[in-house]
């Protein structure tokens, strides 16, 4: 999702000023085709990585496990889900002109427009099951109890990961149940939806002190999945919000709030989570100090030589 906040903003910056201009239709349907691009590029990606993730555990030393891990085989995945990203996209803002995706700025997100009384191809032959396939791709490959029987850890992240299916059953199951007995005012003045907000803190937390070293490459895998597990859950949680939350009485604060937390969850993830961009910060961070330390030293050394010349200068003159 790293790439999704720069045609967001893009968008939301664009609609304004080129609203009245005679092209400004033009230009607000290509921001939004980029949007989208984006948008089914997250969901594809994080199909891809769930499925690497679990072939590499259960079965490393396989030949399908090399096929997906290798470096030709990851160039070929990057550029057929860039393919079908585009293609995605392009049926959806262009071919199915009838109800396309557009940026919406009220909500931080997307929005359709359609044609009066069309049905909505755009929703519910493309996007609701491209989330739809990833959600049930995600949670059946995390959430098997195969990838960690062997693990030492094995039977306490399963209950976790089944924990967090679990709450995305419900939430989506439920939440128009029970929205509508909680009252608009008390809710939308608050940061979205608490109880899921609170949820995945605590998931992120506790992974953060139950993170196990690196011993070995299926620890090391097994460290990734969990990373790639709670980017693809904040995905499916925003697409959920999306599609629910609008219709009930908080409106499309909670699915903006979830949204901000979508864009700015890989970020925080990688930068809390990864052992290899952690190692890499904390080695930037000892060569800057490094280098501010000796550049401190000549800078030392220099006025302390000056200082000296100055003092001996006026001796020699009176000789």
Same mark, same amino acid.
């Given at each position: 999702?790293?790439?999704?906040?720069?045609?967001?903003?893009?968008?939301?910056?664009?609609?304004?000023?080129? %609203?009245?201009?005679?092209?400004?239709?033009?230009?607000?349907?290509?921001?939004?085709?980029?949007?989208?691009?984006?948008?089914?590029?997250?969901?594809?990606?994080?199909?891809?990585?769930?499925?690497?993730?679990?072939?590499?555990?259960?079965?490393? %030393?396989?030949?399908?496990?090399?096929?997906?891990?290798?470096?030709?085989?990851?160039?070929?995945?990057?550029?057929?889900?860039?393919?079908?990203?585009?293609?995605?996209?392009?049926?959806?803002?262009?071919?199915?002109?009838?109800?396309?995706?557009?940026?919406?700025?009220?909500?931080?997100?997307?929005?359709?427009?359609?044609?009066?009384?069309?049905?909505?191809?755009?929703?519910?032959?493309?996007?609701?099951?491209?989330?739809?396939?990833?959600?049930?791709?995600?949670?059946?490959?995390?959430?098997?109890?195969?990838?960690?029987?062997?693990?030492?850890?094995?039977?306490?992240?399963?209950?976790?990961?089944?924990?967090?299916?679990?709450?995305?059953?419900?939430?989506?199951?439920?939440?128009?149940?029970?929205?509508?007995?909680?009252?608009?005012?008390?809710?939308?003045?608050?940061?979205?939806?608490?109880?899921?907000?609170?949820?995945?803190?605590?998931?992120?937390?506790?992974?953060?002190?139950?993170?196990?070293?690196?011993?070995?490459?299926?620890?090391?895998?097994?460290?990734?999945?969990?990373?790639?597990?709670?980017?693809? %859950?904040?995905?499916?949680?925003?697409?959920?919000?999306?599609?629910?939350?609008?219709?009930?009485?908080?409106?499309?604060?909670?699915?903006?709030?979830?949204?901000?937390?979508?864009?700015?969850?890989?970020?925080?993830?990688?930068?809390?989570?990864?052992?290899?961009?952690?190692?890499?910060?904390?080695?930037?961070?000892?060569?800057?100090?490094?280098?501010?330390?000796?550049?401190?030293?000549?800078?030392?050394?220099?006025?302390?030589?000056?200082?000296?010349?100055?003092?001996?200068?006026?001796?020699?003159?009176?000789?």
């Amino acid at each position: 999702m790293s790439e999704l906040p720069t045609s967001l903003w893009l968008g939301l910056l664009l609609h304004h000023p080129f %609203a009245d201009h005679e092209h400004g239709m033009l230009i607000h349907s290509l921001v939004s085709y980029l949007f989208y691009t984006f948008w089914v590029h997250s969901c594809c990606s994080n199909t891809v990585l769930a499925f690497s993730r679990f072939v590499k555990i259960i079965c490393p %030393a396989s030949r399908l496990s090399s096929l997906c891990t290798g470096r030709t085989s990851i160039c070929v995945q990057a550029l057929a889900v860039w393919l079908c990203s585009g293609l995605l996209a392009l049926t959806t803002q262009f071919l199915l002109s009838c109800c396309r995706v557009q940026i919406d700025h009220h909500s931080y997100g997307y929005s359709y427009v359609r044609d009066e009384d069309a049905f909505n191809y755009s929703k519910y032959y493309v996007n609701l099951p491209a989330n739809i396939i990833h959600t049930v791709i995600f949670c059946l490959f995390y959430a098997s109890h195969h990838p960690f029987a062997d693990h030492e850890h094995g039977m306490l992240i399963h209950s976790l990961v089944s924990y967090l299916f679990y709450t995305f059953w419900v939430h989506s199951c439920c939440s128009n149940t029970v929205l509508a007995f909680l009252g608009s005012k008390s809710i939308t003045t608050a940061t979205g939806t608490p109880i899921v907000q609170h949820i995945l803190v605590q998931i992120i937390v506790f992974l953060w002190r139950h993170r196990m070293p690196i011993g070995s490459a299926s620890r090391r895998e097994f460290e990734l999945a969990i990373q790639f597990l709670c980017i693809a %859950a904040f995905f499916s949680l925003t697409w959920i919000s999306f599609n629910i939350l609008p219709t009930t009485r908080l409106r499309s604060l909670p699915a903006t709030v979830m949204l901000e937390f979508d864009c700015a969850a890989a970020a925080l993830i990688y930068l809390t989570m990864n052992r290899d961009i952690r190692r890499y910060l904390s080695k930037t961070d000892d060569r800057k100090n490094s280098q501010s330390g000796s550049n401190f030293r000549k800078t030392t050394i220099h006025t302390h030589c000056s200082s000296r010349r100055l003092r001996t200068a006026p001796a020699a003159v009176s000789l």
